[in-house]
């Protein structure tokens, strides 16, 4: 089989054995933990196939990371509780179409956004030039400034949420004093260092739909307005509604 058709073969397979979790399980949540491990899977996937570069491996490790300290932070943030809100709601409106509408919309969807997302790595493990170059290592210090982003805010918000009395308020401190959702703006970043690292003057308008398609997922299908939803009815939201719409001030 060709490089391209094992990845695609293998990431199905992957995907359907999340789904068949899913359904021991009775939770549609597990996707969230599919998500990362899968980014890594893919990629070493691709390595095996490939010759080993400095910069595949370097996208590796840079996508390891993200995966591994995402997993943990989801594995943490779900442990002894119930299914995430997201996908109770959609249990409820699918109704007795749950199972097939999981497994396309959840399980397949998400493998293809996988795929596609993870083009910029794919690619680059097959392209001739493996040396980096000068924005390769900008794409390091990108990915970098992200993962401070998402990994800070992610905690500051464990920490703000582990007192309960914070429920039913939104943190306005630390990094979310600057942005509504710090977490999601170093998230796209990471995915455009990673973009940035993956360039070598080959395959570059196919490879940008990489950090296109997750930045668009985020701001504007199950990102940003998933959340923005669930806190409308909060009352502190009335006050800052107008601020924070996205990620800084600046961008309202």
Same mark, same amino acid.
């Given at each position: 089989?060709?490089?391209?058709? &094992?990845?695609?073969?293998? !990431?199905?397979?992957?995907?359907?054995?999340?789904?068949? *979790?899913? *359904?021991?399980?009775?939770?549609?949540?597990?996707?969230?933990?599919?998500? /990362? @491990? /899968?980014?890594?899977?893919?990629?070493?996937?691709? !390595?095996?196939?490939?010759?080993?570069?400095?910069?595949?491996?370097?996208?590796?490790?840079?996508?390891?990371?993200?995966? @591994?300290? *995402?997993? #943990?932070?989801? *594995?943490?943030?779900?442990?002894?509780?119930?299914?995430?809100?997201?996908?109770?709601?959609?249990r409820t409106d699918w109704g007795k179409w749950v199972f097939i509408r999981s497994y396309i919309q959840v399980y397949l969807l998400q493998g293809a956004f996988m795929f596609i997302i993870a083009l910029p790595i794919l690619?680059?493990?097959?392209?001739?030039?493996?040396? !980096?170059?000068?924005?390769?290592?900008? #794409?390091?210090? &990108?990915? %970098?400034?992200?993962?401070?982003?998402?990994?800070?805010?992610?905690?500051?918000?464990?920490?703000?949420?582990?007192?309960?009395?914070?429920? /039913?308020?939104? !943190?306005?401190?630390?990094?979310?004093?600057?942005?509504?959702?710090?977490?999601?703006? %170093?998230?796209?970043?990471?995915?455009? %260092?990673?973009?940035?690292?993956?360039?070598? %003057?080959?395959?570059? &308008?196919?490879?940008?739909l990489g950090p296109l398609t997750i930045t668009f997922l985020i701001l504007f299908v199950s990102g940003v307005p998933l959340l923005e939803k669930n806190i409308q009815n909060a009352q502190i939201f009335r006050s800052i509604?107008?601020?924070? &719409?996205?990620?800084?001030?600046?961008?309202?």
């Amino acid at each position: 089989m060709s490089y391209m058709s &094992v990845l695609i073969i293998s !990431l199905f397979l992957y995907m359907n054995a999340w789904f068949m *979790l899913s *359904l021991y399980l009775k939770r549609n949540d597990v996707a969230d933990i599919a998500w /990362g @491990i /899968g980014f890594i899977f893919l990629s070493l996937l691709s !390595l095996a196939q490939t010759t080993v570069s400095i910069r595949g491996l370097v996208l590796c490790i840079l996508v390891s990371i993200w995966g @591994i300290r *995402l997993t #943990g932070h989801i *594995l943490l943030r779900n442990r002894n509780k119930s299914e995430d809100f997201r996908y109770k709601n959609w249990r409820t409106d699918w109704g007795k179409w749950v199972f097939i509408r999981s497994y396309i919309q959840v399980y397949l969807l998400q493998g293809a956004f996988m795929f596609i997302i993870a083009l910029p790595i794919l690619l680059s493990n097959i392209s001739a030039q493996t040396a !980096l170059s000068f924005v390769n290592i900008i #794409g390091i210090v &990108v990915w %970098g400034i992200g993962f401070f982003f998402e990994s800070t805010a992610d905690n500051q918000l464990k920490v703000f949420r582990q007192n309960v009395k914070n429920k /039913g308020k939104i !943190l306005q401190t630390g990094l979310w004093k600057y942005s509504r959702h710090p977490n999601y703006f %170093g998230e796209v970043t990471q995915w455009w %260092g990673i973009w940035l690292v993956s360039l070598n %003057g080959q395959y570059l &308008v196919l490879s940008l739909l990489g950090p296109l398609t997750i930045t668009f997922l985020i701001l504007f299908v199950s990102g940003v307005p998933l959340l923005e939803k669930n806190i409308q009815n909060a009352q502190i939201f009335r006050s800052i509604k107008q601020k924070r &719409v996205y990620f800084f001030h600046f961008l309202r």
